[in-house]
Nanobody, 126 residues
Framework: QVQLVESGGGLVQAGGSLRLSCAAS????????MGWFRQAPGKEREFVAA????????YYADSVKGRFTISRDSAKTTGYLQMNSLKPEDTAVYHC???????????????????WGQGTQVTVSS
């Protein structure tokens, strides 16, 4: 069992930055791929970024490439999403997730992830 708790969301002006954290408990979290997804009001949940269990592979949605950076600490108990140059369209509830996707394509699929956090709200004002 893995429990995930996000933090770090808030209100920021366009062009600003936020750093989200995902604190994990459970002995096996280090063996899972970690992903970030977001869901805006009235929209479907969408993939943002993912990092493999060995931290060698990272994947990003085209909409955030070059602006967001996913990472996890060496102990693999906490994951991060550094978000720079934020835009109003980044406004959403951000969720971290843990799973074992077996392909690069699966890294971006929500159904590849078994455990989810409650989410943290990110609001970007124009």
């Amino acid at each position: 069992q893995v429990q995930l708790v996000e933090s770090g969301g808030g209100l920021v002006q366009a062009g600003g930055s936020l750093r989200l954290s995902c604190a994990a408990s459970g002995r096996t979290f280090s063996s899972y791929t970690m992903g970030w997804f977001r869901q805006a009001p009235g929209k479907e949940r969408e993939f943002v970024a993912a990092i493999g269990w060995n931290m060698r592979s990272t994947y990003y949605a085209d909409s955030v490439k070059g602006r967001f950076t996913i990472s996890r600490d060496s102990a693999k108990t906490t994951g991060y999403l550094q978000m720079n140059s934020l835009k109003p369209e980044d406004t959403a509830v951000y969720h971290c997730a843990a799973g074992r996707p077996t392909t690069a394509q699966a890294m971006g699929a929500a159904n590849s992830y078994f455990y989810w956090g409650q989410g943290t709200q990110v609001t970007v004002s124009s």
